[in-house]
Nanobody, 125 residues
């Protein structure tokens, strides 16, 4: 059974940093690309970062480029999202997601069949 468990969310002041973790189990970790999405109240779920399984290539939404970094630790079956210079508008529930059908960069949430439960990130202004 595929499982994704996020952690590391919390309350932080604008300009601060947080590191989210996504612990994966139930599948061959190195075979799957993984993305981070977020969803703020009343807004669509949006993709913010994507990491390929094959070569570790990374992709970012324009809204977070230069501030967020996605990485993966194959030995720990974990993907991280380092978030720096946080802004109030980064406030959202953050989810990691994966799907064996995703073989190229994709920020379309409809293409992902496996999701974690989410972790709340709140940035005070």
């Amino acid at each position: 059974e595929v499982q994704l468990v996020e952690s590391g969310g919390g309350l932080v002041q604008a300009g601060g940093s947080l590191r989210l973790s996504c612990a994966a189990s139930g599948f061959i970790f190195e075979d799957y690309a993984i993305s981070w999405f977020r969803q703020a109240p009343g807004k669509e779920r949006e993709g913010v970062a994507f990491i390929m399984n094959s070569d570790g290539s990374t992709y970012y939404a324009d809204s977070v480029k230069g501030r967020f970094t996605i990485s993966r630790d194959q030995g720990k079956n974990t993907v991280y999202l380092q978030m720096n210079s946080l802004k109030h508008e980064d406030t959202a529930v953050y989810y990691c997601a994966t799907d064996p059908r995703v073989r190229y960069v994709s920020f379309d949430h409809k293409e992902y069949g496996y999701w974690g439960q989410g972790t709340q990130v709140t940035v005070s202004s």
